[in-house]
């Protein structure tokens, strides 16, 4: 896994408005069918973990535990992160590159 180029393909894809950030945020892109994939921050709480988890598997979305809380909001210039959501397809491909 390459995590800077994964963090600096999310930084774009905020850049390109195809993020969105937070828990509700993510939640509600995702029950909207607008999320083609979900990340969320490996130091996140269990609970937020199986919330997401059960929630991208009934909505059939594929979802990545990936880096820290301070990372992904950096890589989007915010504060701390638990979770996003990448609102386009071509931005979730390259990021899953970089994942596998």
Known sequence: MDNKKALSMIGMA???????SGEFATEKA???RM??????????????KK???NMCAYYNVPIYFF???????HA??????ASLAILDEG???SIE???K
């Open 91 to 93: 931005f979730k491909n």
């Open 51 to 53: 919330s997401f988890r």
């Open 30 to 32: 995702v029950k909207k």
């Open 14 to 20: 905020m850049k390109a408005g195809k993020v969105a």
């Open 67 to 73: 880096s820290d809380k301070e990372e992904l909001g």
């Open 35 to 48: 999320a083609y994939m979900v990340i969320v921050a490996d130091d996140s709480s269990d609970n937020t």
């Open 97 to 99: 590159k970089h994942f």
């Open 76 to 81: 989007i210039g915010k504060q701390f992160r």
